[in-house]
């Protein structure tokens, strides 16, 4: 069964460079979700896209930005860099907007691996 | 304080051996729960969903408890393969997941 797809899966940015991230949700899933999992602790939810509209935000900064294409691929566009934005970036995908059926499940991608120097 | 919270263990186990897990989290307005599974360096994987009147899928049962805002989950006849670290997670009718910091279980021959 075709998985959540990211691109690409390790990046190494210097200080100040900027970053872009791509997210290929399953097919037929139209909801999409970030999350940043830095050494040693637990994802931290980002944002999440419905029918290419933000639907939630969470602990995303400002430096950062994302949409969600009509393809309903998604772009984690990350500006800025610093050394504390070093983590690994996963995407995941539902087939309904979580908040509208709890039960759906989220499936993560493999993650994109940034290091920033 | 975390909104999830785990032990984060290591819990070292010989394998044929029977293991719990407990979470607990901070608010009363969680609506849904589930226990996701993350092997080292690769993304969490949807173990179970967690009901009120508690589930099992083979080797695996989980336990809910509203009152005490409590979540188990017990692991019998482990395998070498089980050897992953264990996220309780916790979502409250939102997008967002929220993840407790994992317990780590190794399962040893």
């Known amino acids: 069964a075709a998985g959540v797809i990211q691109s690409p899966r390790h990046l190494i940015k210097e200080k100040r460079e900027t970053a872009t991230l791509k997210c290929y949700p399953i097919p037929r899933h139209d909801t999409v979700y970030w999350y940043q999992q830095g050494p040693g602790q637990d994802p931290q939810f980002l944002i999440s896209?419905?029918?290419?509209?933000?639907?939630d935000k969470g602990s995303i900064p400002d430096r950062f930005s994302a949409q969600q294409f009509s393809d309903y691929h998604s772009e984690l566009n990350m500006s800025s860099l610093e050394l504390g934005d070093s983590a690994l970036y996963f995407c995941?995908?539902?087939?309904?907007?979580?908040?509208?059926?709890?039960?759906?499940?989220?499936?993560f991608g493999p993650g994109t691996r940034l290091l920033v120097l | 304080r975390k909104e999830v919270e785990q032990d984060p263990g290591p819990f070292n186990v010989p394998e044929g051996a029977t293991v719990a897990f407990n979470c607990t989290y901070s608010?009363?307005?969680?609506?849904?729960f589930f226990w996701y599974r993350q092997d080292c360096r690769k993304e969490p994987k949807l173990l179970m969903s967690v009901y009120s009147s508690g589930n099992e899928d083979g080797r695996f049962t989980a336990q809910l408890n509203r009152a005490s805002q409590y979540i188990s989950l017990l692991i019998r006849d482990s395998k070498l393969s089980d050897s992953a670290t264990y996220l309780c997670v916790v979502n409250m009718n939102t997008d967002k997941l929220i993840f407790g910091t994992g317990t780590r279980l190794q399962v040893f021959p």
């Open positions: 896209f419905y029918e290419k509209m933000q639907s």
């Open positions: 995941a995908s539902s087939a309904s907007r979580w908040g509208q059926n709890p039960q759906e499940t989220q499936y």
């Open positions: 608010n009363s307005a969680s609506q849904s």
